[in-house]
């Protein structure tokens, strides 16, 4: 089994920073692409960014600039750094994980979330 737990969520004021964690446990061979994504009241899931195994990264295009994705494969965590925080950054920010597991099964990971408000 594959846990993922989120960390670091809270209430910040319009440009403010937040750093998220996500930390990967269980019984993991290998994690290819790690990624954050979130989902704000009335609306549907969405990419935030994301990173591949070798560093590999992809941005929303509502976060460029602002949002850096960064993982840290020894501690099997990635991290999302959230600068200039906006009103309309408010959401559940999930965590995302493509993980081959240590019986070679491949599988597509969530974290429960983090609730991340951004207001004043």
């Known amino acids: 089994q594959v846990q993922l737990v989120e960390s670091g969520g809270g209430l910040v004021q319009p440009g403010g920073s937040l750093r998220l964690s996500c930390a990967a446990s269980g019984s993991i061979f290998r994690i290819d692409t790690m990624g954050w994504y979130r989902q704000a009241p009335g609306k549907e899931r969405e990419l935030v960014a994301a990173?591949?195994?070798?560093?590999?990264?992809n941005y929303a295009d509502f976060v460029k600039g602002r949002f850096t994705i960064s993982r840290d494969n020894a501690k099997k965590t990635v991290y999302l750094q959230m600068n200039n925080l906006k009103p309309e950054d408010t959401a559940v920010y999930y965590c995302?994980?493509?993980?081959?597991?240590?019986?070679?099964?491949?599988?597509?990971?969530w974290g429960k979330g983090a609730l991340v408000t951004v207001s004043s």
């Open positions: 990173i591949t195994s070798i560093g590999i990264t």
């Open positions: 995302n994980a493509g993980v081959v597991t240590s019986r070679l099964g491949i599988g597509d990971y």
